[in-house]
């Protein structure tokens, strides 16, 4: 996979590898019980196609890669296709309003995918 999950104490990092790492050009990223709203697998801002990218890599519509502004918030991204195929960690008061990942960078499929991440958030 191309994201590890880990608890650290009351937080929750999410570590990039491999060539995910190069193209979100940042290694990891971590919050905290208190920043996290909910986990949404519809409703996903299109930031590829209508967002300002900078750093990061992105083909509209194909692959979004790295930090995105999009509606006036900031999101950290790592997903390839359509927002169809990922999922969204909403954050509140953190540097991200947002974090927007392919579900195959965490799990098989989008239920597995989901299955983790809520499991390791009721933390």
Known sequence: MGIKIEKINKDLELRFTGIHRILVMKSSI??????????????????????IRAPGVGIP???????YRYGGKKYLCA????????LMV??????????????????????????????LLNF
């Open 30 to 51: 971590v919050f905290s019980k208190e920043n996290f709203l909910e986990i949404r697998r519809g409703n996903i801002p299109p930031v590829s196609s209508g967002g």
């Open 61 to 67: 519509g194909f692959l979004a890669y790295g930090r």
């Open 79 to 86: 997903y390839k296709g359509k927002e169809s195929n990922a």
């Open 90 to 119: 909403e954050l509140t008061n953190h540097e991200y309003q947002g974090i927007i990942v392919s579900y195959s960078l965490i799990a098989k499929n989008k239920e597995e995918a989901y299955k983790k991440l809520s499991e």
